[in-house]
């Protein structure tokens, strides 16, 4: 890994949680093959959409379970909680 890797890597962690999703989604957004005339709106509602997911979990009104649990509900190890 580059030193400017690393650097980038360190700056982007020191961003709240909203704004390391912004950036997630971007640099993903890159490696999936959205085009550069992807429709702003488009990008910007995904961007929403991951902000108002984080303030659910953040302020509590949505709890989470580990991925271990959930891959057993998927695959009917263990009953759906309510």
């Known amino acids: 890994m580059s030193e400017s890797t690393q650097q980038l890597i360190a700056s982007a962690l020191q961003l709240g949680p ?3 999703a912004v950036v997630a989604n971007a640099i993903l957004a890159s ?3 959205l085009r550069d005339d992807e429709p702003s709106e488009v990008l910007e509602a995904w961007s929403d959409e991951i902000r108002s ?3 659910d979990i953040d302020s509590g009104r949505v709890k989470t379970i580990p991925s271990s649990e959930a891959w057993k ?3 009917g ?3 759906l909680r309510d």
């Open 73 to 75: 509900m998927i695959d």
């Open 77 to 79: 190890e263990i009953e």
């Open 31 to 33: 490696l999936d093959g």
């Open 18 to 20: 909203a704004d390391r």
């Open 53 to 55: 997911r984080i303030d």
